[in-house]
């Protein structure tokens, strides 16, 4: 028997942080931020574990929502002991140092919540102790003398992401982690358990989502080189918002990979900033991960900073590919800023490529067309005169695919995390469907489930 208890990222996709208790051992699951709230709102609810016992964390991958909420949390729990793959640890490194200039932009005198610095980032990563896939280790919890043991299983979403596997008492528990079981550009399909299991926890991002608006990774790539060409024969640019962790990697070796086939035309393509640093951890580590092609290095494709241009103008003076963070258009980030100045420009386009969060700017720049008005800033109106384009290049499984891993694990219990209701719905309503035997779990902020 053992204890979930929610402290984030239930009935939503953000904030990403679950608790379990093992006859006294506390473990947490993940430990992120919410992308479109700020201050306290965005962290996970800590205080419901201010009680318990909290032994480890294990981060399952790099991205915000699953990590960014970390260095609070050790303020709350300075002896707690964080274990992620060697990648996401190197990564992490990365991406909480610059989660720290956010901070200092987004929060204001009146946010209850303090900056952490660079140093205490320092420490925090020097803290992480890093498994490699299908390395078993023991959880040895201060009140428990029976270890959990435990193992990280490659989930196919991003560079280190992991699936975890947890036992103890004979109970087998696996946590999905954000997975994805096909191949993208770069790295192959998710490394699943070959046994079953007690309970699983399974992530449902794409549980609400219609799989035919979503090809494979091959078929979406012509289907962008198509498009691609129409704007750049036609003398314009294309602005592509991608996360700097993942889909930049990915969009721009298909998309270089696409040039060097002679399915798109050669032209520049702008990146840059955290991206280019991601992408060499990406390159230090392709013969020690699951990688397409273990040869292909990222920094080996021609690329301009786009934080060196000077000017907005000079992307339309001769066509050119712009892959610009946030991938959900944040306001403020690059992609944001320079989308507006995109929506002016008839022969250029704006291409989405990826899951967009209905209260984001990227949800209403994806669902506008030419000749539309988009509100910005909830005042202004601007009229839409490029060309607006959405494609799926996922790096989350299809919900027929979450529904593969239920069978393929045998689980008698499952737990829905990481979606929103109609996706929850979809896939809990499906597994009560098709396998009658298995106890379904939604999961709600705050409700501890005993299983």
């Given at each position: 028997?053992?204890?979930?208890?929610?402290?984030?990222?239930?009935?939503?996709?953000?904030?990403?942080?679950?608790?379990?208790?093992?006859?006294?051992?506390?473990?947490?699951?993940?430990?992120?931020?919410?992308?479109?709230?700020?201050?306290?709102?965005?962290?996970?609810?800590?205080?419901?574990?201010?009680?318990?016992?909290?032994?480890?964390?294990?981060?399952?991958?790099?991205?915000?929502?699953?990590?960014?909420?970390?260095?609070?949390?050790?303020?709350?729990?300075?002896?707690?002991?964080?274990?992620?793959?060697?990648?996401?640890?190197?990564?992490?490194?990365?991406?909480?140092?610059?989660?720290?200039?956010?901070?200092?932009?987004?929060?204001?005198?009146?946010?209850?919540?303090?900056?952490?610095?660079?140093?205490?980032?320092?420490?925090?990563?020097?803290?992480?102790?890093?498994?490699?896939?299908?390395?078993?280790?023991?959880?040895?919890?201060?009140?428990?003398?029976?270890?959990?043991?435990?193992?990280?299983?490659?989930?196919?979403?991003?560079?280190?992401?992991?699936?975890?596997?947890?036992?103890?008492?004979?109970?087998?528990?696996?946590?999905?982690?954000?997975?994805?079981?096909?191949?993208?550009?770069?790295?192959?399909?998710?490394?699943?358990?070959?046994?079953?299991?007690?309970?699983?926890?399974?992530?449902?991002?794409?549980?609400?989502?219609?799989?035919?608006?979503?090809?494979n990774w091959n078929d979406e790539s012509l289907r962008l080189a198509a498009s691609l060409n129409k704007i750049i024969i036609a003398g314009g640019s294309i602005l592509i918002p991608v996360f700097s962790l993942g889909k930049m990697q990915e969009l721009l070796t298909t998309i270089w990979n696409l040039m060097q086939k002679k399915k798109i035309v050669q032209t520049d393509i702008y990146t840059g900033g955290l991206a280019d640093k991601i992408s060499r951890v990406y390159d230090y580590n392709r013969f020690v991960v699951g990688r397409i092609d273990p040869e292909f290095e990222i920094n080996n494709i021609p690329q301009k900073d786009l934080y060196e241009v000077d000017s907005v103008?000079?992307?339309?003076?001769?066509?050119?590919?712009?892959?610009?963070?946030?991938?959900?258009?944040?306001?403020?980030?690059?992609?944001?800023?320079?989308?507006?100045?995109?929506?002016?420009?008839?022969?250029?386009?704006?291409?989405?490529?990826?899951?967009?969060?209905?209260?984001?700017?990227?949800?209403?720049?994806?669902?506008?067309?030419?000749?539309?008005?988009?509100?910005?800033?909830?005042?202004?109106?601007?009229?839409?005169?490029?060309?607006?384009?959405?494609?799926?290049?996922?790096?989350?499984?299809?919900?027929?695919?979450?529904?593969?891993?239920?069978?393929?694990?045998?689980?008698?219990?499952?737990?829905?995390?990481?979606?929103?209701?109609?996706?929850?719905?979809?896939?809990?309503?499906?597994?009560?469907?098709?396998?009658?035997?298995?106890?379904?779990?939604?999961?709600?902020?705050?409700?501890?489930?005993?299983?």
């Amino acid at each position: 028997m053992f204890k979930f208890l929610p402290l984030g990222g239930a009935g939503e996709v953000g904030a990403n942080c679950y608790y379990l208790n093992f006859s006294g051992t506390g473990i947490i699951l993940d430990c992120g931020v919410h992308p479109q709230k700020s201050g306290l709102e965005a962290l996970p609810n800590f205080d419901l574990i201010k009680d318990s016992p909290v032994d480890y964390v294990l981060i399952s991958h790099a991205h915000q929502d699953h990590l960014g909420s970390l260095p609070y949390l050790v303020k709350r729990h300075p002896y707690i002991k964080i274990i992620a793959t060697p990648q996401t640890r190197a990564l992490a490194e990365l991406t909480l140092h610059n989660s720290v200039a956010i901070l200092k932009q987004q929060l204001n005198e009146e946010d209850k919540l303090q900056i952490y610095t660079h140093e205490e980032i320092d420490l925090l990563i020097k803290s992480i102790e890093y498994k490699a896939y299908g390395e078993d280790f023991s959880l040895n919890g201060y009140s428990n003398r029976i270890p959990v043991a435990a193992k990280f299983f490659d989930a196919g979403h991003i560079l280190g992401s992991a699936g975890i596997y947890l036992e103890y008492d004979n109970n087998k528990v696996f946590y999905t982690g954000d997975v994805n079981l096909d191949s993208q550009a770069i790295l192959p399909g998710a490394n699943l358990p070959n046994l079953k299991v007690d309970t699983l926890i399974l992530e449902t991002t794409y549980g609400g989502t219609d799989s035919s608006t979503l090809l494979n990774w091959n078929d979406e790539s012509l289907r962008l080189a198509a498009s691609l060409n129409k704007i750049i024969i036609a003398g314009g640019s294309i602005l592509i918002p991608v996360f700097s962790l993942g889909k930049m990697q990915e969009l721009l070796t298909t998309i270089w990979n696409l040039m060097q086939k002679k399915k798109i035309v050669q032209t520049d393509i702008y990146t840059g900033g955290l991206a280019d640093k991601i992408s060499r951890v990406y390159d230090y580590n392709r013969f020690v991960v699951g990688r397409i092609d273990p040869e292909f290095e990222i920094n080996n494709i021609p690329q301009k900073d786009l934080y060196e241009v000077d000017s907005v103008e000079k992307f339309f003076k001769n066509p050119c590919i712009v892959l610009a963070p946030s991938g959900m258009m944040i306001e403020g980030t690059a992609s944001y800023n320079l989308a507006r100045r995109w929506l002016k420009q008839s022969n250029s386009a704006i291409f989405t490529v990826g899951y967009m969060e209905e209260n984001t700017p990227g949800y209403k720049f994806a669902n506008s067309k030419k000749g539309d008005k988009i509100q910005l800033n909830g005042v202004d109106e601007e009229k839409v005169k490029c060309t607006i384009e959405q494609f799926r290049f996922s790096s989350h499984s299809r919900r027929e695919e979450l529904l593969a891993i239920v069978k393929k694990l045998k689980p008698s219990k499952v737990i829905l995390v990481h979606g929103d209701p109609v996706g929850i719905n979809w896939i809990g309503a499906s597994i009560l469907k098709d396998f009658r035997d298995i106890k379904v779990f939604r999961a709600e902020p705050g409700n501890e489930i005993v299983l």
